[in-house]
């Protein structure tokens, strides 16, 4: 069998970081590695490519040359799925779908011939074997969450490296907490399940072996749902990176009790974790009891952000505006908020209901569900009625964007980072300090060039550039590559920010258009 293995097309979003990655050169942020694992559970035997529409382009001899296709992808990649999926029928090719928009939408929405809800793991042979026989069901559905023992090393050999900005490992699967609008807890389970130390080690290897030096990001839905676990990761990290003299850095997501652990943070500082993603959704507390998100609550967010930070991890944070119990104060209070957290990477979304979450049933049994979403929560369509008028949700929103998002504001926010992780003797390298050049790359020292010139020569706000950069050279020249990592950044989200505000109209849902509540079901 050849077994075309598809990666459709991103929208542009606040997560694309499209504008940014063109500073690096590079085309996407992170290769799709559902496939790369599909394709190393698939026979032997089969004959595998692979083809990520976000930085190639789908031929016509691709899909000649094969004789099933295969698809991953979230929600938000529907468009471009359902596109592929057409043009591969035309042509008469099989065609199969799985990955999270599989548990998002229902079969029929995905037009392929087979859809896999769930982990491969577990039922890739039986897939595999249907397919070679001709007798493929049209729905295949995990009964079962795999360990991550089964999963094998993916397979590099089929992506073109170089065109992203990030490559990912995963350690889990699986999150203990019981957030209402949630799918990872729906999808992946709520206990932690981890590979074996020795396997991610296996998968450094190979990114080693492939010559990759930039950062690597642990894409676990929260490194620390098993703390011990996450632990004992970080010190095989720290010994691996003395042995093999890689100086990877490592960006993980976790959840906002990591600040309670200061054994934990200082772990993952020595194995070179930089960046930390945290949900932290609301400075709001009703909002958070509400949203059933109580590891955030009864602590203060910003002392908790602070902790982490001062462990030299950069803190990027998601926000979400729409709880029922939100109220008109709501949007000063999160603008308040993040100037102070000193959060430069702000992911301020609107609440989306996504098919599949507690939050999406219940708002269904109360009639407020007007579609399955399309799975962006940043961009400014709700897919049920708010509690809130819904124009004053969506104009708080944008307003929330523009002015987090302004470039005074954004370098604020850097500088404030910037200050609480002063230079300490890292104990990464046996003791030794690291290079501080280390972040010198070619893809760096070009994003560097042309951020001088499209931040510092072209743009409206370059005062407030120049003005950011000679701080940062006079106070922080020991963070030179964070602050202009994050300049570069900030430049995505300021194009991003910009589109959102030259929208005038505001699409507020018609209160008769919701899917009808039956007692006792599920629309999809
Ligand atoms: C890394 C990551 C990203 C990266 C991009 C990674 C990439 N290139 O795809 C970044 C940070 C850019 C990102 C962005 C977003 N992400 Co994201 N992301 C992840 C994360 C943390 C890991 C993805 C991954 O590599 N997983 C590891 C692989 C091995 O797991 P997997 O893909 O599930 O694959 C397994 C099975 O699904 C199955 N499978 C997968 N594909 C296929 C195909 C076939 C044919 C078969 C048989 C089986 C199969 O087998 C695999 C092995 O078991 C996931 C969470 C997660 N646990 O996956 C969220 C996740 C995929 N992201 C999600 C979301 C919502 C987003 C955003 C839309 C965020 C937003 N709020 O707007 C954006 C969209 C991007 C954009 N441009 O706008 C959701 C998707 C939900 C959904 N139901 O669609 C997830 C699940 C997180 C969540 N909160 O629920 N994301
Ligand atoms: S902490 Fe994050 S991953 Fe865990 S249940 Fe809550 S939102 Fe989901």
Redesign the pocket.
């Known amino acids: 069998m050849n077994a075309l293995l598809i990666?459709p097309e991103?929208?542009e979003?606040?997560?694309?970081?499209k504008h940014a990655l063109k500073f690096l050169g590079k085309r996407?942020?992170?290769?799709?590695?559902?496939?790369m694992?599909?394709a190393a559970l698939l026979p032997k035997a089969w004959k595998k490519r692979l083809v990520d529409t976000n930085v190639e382009r789908l031929r016509d001899r691709d899909l000649a040359w094969a004789d099933i296709v295969?698809?991953?992808g979230?929600?938000?990649q529907r468009e471009s799925l359902v596109a592929i999926v057409g043009r591969c029928h035309e042509l008469g090719l099989r065609t199969?779908?799985?990955?999270?928009?599989a548990?998002?939408l229902s079969p029929a929405d995905l037009t392929a011939d087979h859809v896999?809800i769930?982990?491969?793991?577990a039922l890739?042979a039986d897939?595999a074997r249907d397919l070679e026989q001709g007798t493929a069901k049209p729905v295949y559905q995990a009964m079962e969450k795999?360990e991550m023992a089964t999963?094998p090393l993916p397979d590099l050999s089929l992506i073109k490296m170089r065109r992203y900005s990030t490559m990912?490992v995963?350690y889990s699967?699986g999150c203990p907490f019981n957030c209402e609008f949630?799918?990872?807890i729906e999808?992946?389970g709520r206990r932690p399940r981890t590979k074996a130390v020795a396997q991610v080690i296996a998968e450094l290897d190979q990114l080693r072996a492939a010559g990759w030096r930039e950062s690597v990001?642990v894409?676990?839905?929260n490194f620390i749902g098993n703390k011990a676990r996450a632990k004992e990761l970080c010190v095989a990290l720290a010994e691996w990176r003395r042995q093999s003299k890689t100086g990877f850095d490592f960006i993980t997501?976790a959840s906002l009790n990591l600040a309670d652990d200061p054994e934990l943070m200082q772990l993952m500082k020595d194995a070179g974790f930089v960046s930390v993603f945290l949900g932290i959704e609301t400075p709001d507390e009703s909002g958070l009891i509400a949203s059933h998100k109580l590891q955030n609550t009864r602590r203060s967010l910003l002392e908790s952000v602070a902790t982490i930070q001062s462990y030299g991890m950069q803190v990027m944070g998601g926000f979400i505006l729409g709880f029922d119990t939100d109220r008109d104060d709501i949007f000063d209070r999160m603008v308040d908020f993040i100037e102070k957290s000193g959060i430069p990477i702000a992911?301020v979304?609107l609440l989306q209901a996504?098919p599949g979450t507690q939050l999406f049933r219940r708002l269904w049994r109360e009639g407020r569900i007007l579609d399955a979403g399309h799975?962006?929560?940043?961009d400014d369509k709700l897919n049920f009625l708010p509690n809130m008028d819904a124009t004053r949700l969506v104009e708080g929103y944008r307003s929330v964007l523009k002015r987090i998002y302004s470039c005074e504001a954004y370098y604020e926010r850097v500088k404030l980072y910037l200050s609480r992780t002063q230079p300490q003797p890292s104990k990464r390298t046996n003791g030794e300090r690291e290079s501080r050049y280390r972040w010198l790359t070619v893809s760096n020292a070009r994003a560097f060039v042309t951020s001088i010139l499209r931040q510092g020569v072209f743009a409206r706000h370059r005062w407030s550039y120049w003005k950011f950069l000679l701080t940062v050279v006079m106070r922080y020249r020991h963070r030179v590559g964070a602050a202009m990592t994050l300049a570069v950044m900030g430049y995505h989200f300021q194009v991003m920010t910009r589109r959102l505000s030259a929208v005038s109209s505001v699409v507020v849902p018609a209160t008769d258009k919701c899917l009808p509540a039956e007692p006792g079901g599920q629309p999809l």
Not at 13 to 17: A, K, L, R, V
Not at 28 to 35: D, E, F, I, S, Y
Not at 96 to 101: C, L, M, N, R, Y
Not at 118 to 121: F, M, S, T, Y
């Open positions: 990666y991103f929208p979003t606040y997560w694309s970081f996407a942020a992170q290769p799709p590695l559902g496939l694992t599909v295969l698809l991953s979230m929600h938000i199969v779908v799985g990955g999270p928009i548990s998002s896999v769930g982990e491969a793991e890739i897939l795999p999963s990912t995963q699967r949630c799918d990872i999808i992946y990001f894409v676990d839905d997501e992911m979304g996504m799975g962006d929560n940043t």
